[in-house]
């Protein structure tokens, strides 16, 4: 055997151990991850399209030109643990936030009381509306099902707006949750980039498009898939590609577009995390602004 073959297995061994640990909240589960999702992506952006799903509205802010946002990934939520929505809710009320919004992994398991518990959670905490994309775990089991009837579409878009008239911001929800994006969500895409003329585009996607020249298996699975997000990114100037899933927090700015990868706003802390955290973004007029904050820094 070469001598360099037993450390080629130790440095397969080590990326297997941090795929298993980045994947989910202490890594897989029975019963979860090995059993495929009930559903295909191209089943979700039909129902989605065709409002087969609890409607999305766009949030009224107070000036179409001046508000703030929070957002959050990977909150993995469970009745069984603590949880920072508490906390994000006095941030929103103590400052310019109009909504805030997920990129997916709400939940830990995608079961009815999980998701029974998210809406609890939002309802005695938030007084802003919030919305997420979905996420792997969100798919878990007949988590699709439940996520459409309690959360929402997989794909949607949407423009804050004030009693004025709409705001110059566009923000577009799509379905990467089992890590394909599929041809009719891609034309779909495109066809809510090409027909904006908002000044600012955000796009929540659970899974990310890069994660450094050290590619891992926690990025979009298709090359090709990524390739044409990134010129349709370009192309559209996007100005941020909010997803999750990593659990780590890293940032590119690649094309003009800032790709932030957000860490786990879970209070539960894995050996793989970041520190739980959320992002304050403001707003104003042709500016936006962002600060990464992290739950433990507030003292209320």
């Known amino acids: 055997m070469s001598r360099k073959a037993p450390y080629f297995l130790f440095f397969l061994y080590l990326m297997g151990f941090m795929f298993f640990l980045s994947c989910g909240e202490g890594g897989f589960e029975p019963g979860t991850i090995f059993n495929a999702f009930e559903t295909s992506v191209e089943e979700r952006f039909n129902e989605s399209v065709s409002g087969k799903t609890k409607p999305l509205n766009s949030p009224i802010v107070n000036d179409e030109n001046n508000f703030g946002f929070l957002w959050i990934t990977d909150p993995h939520i469970r009745t069984d643990r603590r949880d920072y929505f508490g ?25 009815r009381e999980n998701f029974n518990y998210v809406n609890y959670l939002v309802s005695v905490n938030l007084t802003v509306p919030f919305y997420s994309a979905l996420g792997n775990h969100d798919l878990y089991g007949d988590g699709w099902e439940v ?8 794909v949607a878009s949407f423009s804050p707006y004030s009693v004025n008239q709409v705001s110059n911001s566009l923000f577009i ?5 089992e890590c394909v994006v599929g041809e009719e969500q891609m034309d779909w895409i495109e066809f809510q980039l090409k027909n ?3 000044k600012h585009k955000f796009i929540l996607s659970h899974f990310c498009l890069y994660d450094g020249e050290f590619e891992t298996p926690t990025i979009l699975c298709d090359p090709d898939e990524r390739y044409r997000l990134l010129s ?46 959320f992002y304050y973004f403001q707003i104003q007029g042709d500016l936006v602004s962002f600060e990464k904050i992290y739950f433990t820094e507030l003292d209320y």
């Open 87 to 111: 906390k994000l809710g006095m941030f929103a009320d103590r400052n310019n936030v109009g909504f805030i919004v997920c990129s997916g992994d709400l939940t830990d398991s995608g079961t």
């Open 147 to 154: 996520f459409k009837e309690l959360i929402g579409p997989s």
């Open 173 to 177: 929800f799509i379905d990467t949750a």
């Open 196 to 198: 904006s003329s908002a």
């Open 232 to 277: 349709l990114l370009k192309k559209y100037q996007v100005d941020y590609f909010l997803c999750g899933h990593k659990h780590s927090a890293e940032k590119y700015n690649i094309y003009g577009t800032y790709h932030i990868q957000g860490g786990t706003a879970s209070a539960y802390k894995s050996p793989l995390n970041d520190s739980a955290q």
